[in-house]
């Protein structure tokens, strides 16, 4: 997998990968997390493909809540809300993954 840094964005690179459908990491991102996806998904967006956006290692967090109390009402409310924005970007082009600890994105064609 091709690895871009976050100065890459704005430049003839992303629009390469997404050209040729291509998966990718965006390295390089502290504090610049939120900027990153929006450059990404809306150039997706621009050739008229489709995205979904996730924080990766939502599920686990949220299996691992369901066993007490007041975090097993938030894992469950968790759980729901996951299922209906999968529903809502149903069988998407791309898949973006937001690494929170690694400070990096995964976009994967996943058609």
């Known amino acids: 997998m091709e690895a871009i840094r976050y100065e890459d964005l704005s430049g003839y690179k992303l629009k390469s990968l997404i050209a040729q459908r291509q998966s990718f990491e965006v390295l390089g991102l ?13 150039e997706i967006e621009s050739v008229g493909l489709t995205c979904r956006v ?11 809540s369901v066993f007490g109390g007041v975090t097993g009402l938030l894992g469950l409310a968790s759980a729901v809300g996951m299922a209906a924005h999968n529903l809502a970007t149903f069988d998407p082009d791309y898949e ?16």
């Not at 990153?36 to 809306?42: C, D, K």
């Not at 973006?96 to 058609?111: E, M, P, R, S």
Request: aromatic share 8%; hydrophobic share 40%; proline share 0%.
């Open 96 to 111: 973006i993954a937001k690494h929170k600890v690694d400070n990096k994105l995964t976009v994967t064609f996943k058609k």
């Open 54 to 64: 996730y924080l990766y290692g939502r599920v686990a967090a949220a299996g691992a």
């Open 30 to 42: 502290s504090g610049r997390m939120d900027s990153a996806v929006t450059s990404v998904e809306r």
